[in-house]
Nanobody, 120 residues
């Protein structure tokens, strides 16, 4: 049974930093692409950051490039999103997502989300 649990959300001032964590119980990063999506209030969900199965490649939406870093810790089965230089446009509910590859193709899992609020 796979379960994704996000943590680390909260309220910060513009220019501040925050690190989100996603515990991925029962999941192998070798077979799953791990991602962080975000959804601002009243807007559609977007892919903010992604790391390939095996962890060799990362990608980011243009608006967070140079500020956000996605990473995985295989021993802890945890995916992180380090967010620096936060601004109001980063305010959103952030969701951890896992997409299967190979044998696990077409399998996917979502976390419940964690709220990040950037305001003065």
């Amino acid at each position: 049974q796979v379960q994704l649990v996000e943590s680390g959300g909260g309220s910060v001032q513009p220019g501040g930093s925050l690190r989100l964590s996603c515990g991925a119980s029962g999941l192998s990063f070798y077979y799953f692409v791990m991602s962080w999506y975000r959804q601002p209030l009243g807007k559609e969900r977007e892919l903010a950051a992604e790391v390939s199965n095996g962890g060799s490649r990362t990608s980011y939406v243009d608006s967070v490039k140079g500020r956000f870093t996605i990473s995985t810790d295989n021993a802890k089965l945890t995916t992180y999103l380090q967010m620096n230089d936060l601004n109001a446009e980063d305010t959103a509910v952030y969701y951890c997502h896992a997409r299967g590859t190979g044998y696990y193709n077409d399998m996917e899992y979502w976390g419940k989300g964690t709220l990040v609020t950037v305001s003065s």
